[in-house]
């Protein structure tokens, strides 16, 4: 029992720390999304960059906590259906209240970053849709359409290569 306990102590403290990662990947996901709203490219640059050191954590975080809790299934003798509630049933009173309060602030985490993240992309791709829209009717030729024999446009298998030096 002592060492169902230790795995306990772990899986709580892995928690803790990914629901941290996970708070500070928001903050960095919200500057990123205002640097896109305000077109601040110089800033976007180095918050891209600590968006992947943190992502790269959160996926050793989330790696460490599907073992400890692997190991506490084990242990506890609770079959692949078994969810989180039911392994945490196996502990008492106050560290299951606050597993359950750390999984629960992750879940929240995982939503939050889900929604931002589809903000930036459905925001970026309206964005690019707009101005390919506004280019292909201000300079109908400007992304280098392929005709087919007949004058209609058709996509390209290929990219099409212009030769400079020509």
Known sequence: ??????QFQSLKAVLQQEVEAFRRF?????????????RNWKGVTPILKFLKASAKE????????EATYRRLKDLLGVGEEGTFYDVCFHVSGELREELFRLHRELKHAVVVVQGISCG???YCGSTLSTM???????????????YSPKGFPKASTQPLLVNQAL
């Open 132 to 146: 390919g829209k506004f280019m292909d009717s201000l300079v109908p030729g400007w992304k280098h359409k392929v």
């Open 26 to 38: 928001i903050d960095l996901e919200r500057s990123l999304q205002q640097g896109i709203i305000d």
């Open 58 to 65: 959160l996926v050793a975080l989330e790696e460490e906590r």
């Open 120 to 122: 930036i992309d459905v």
């Open 1 to 6: 029992m002592e060492e169902c306990i230790q």
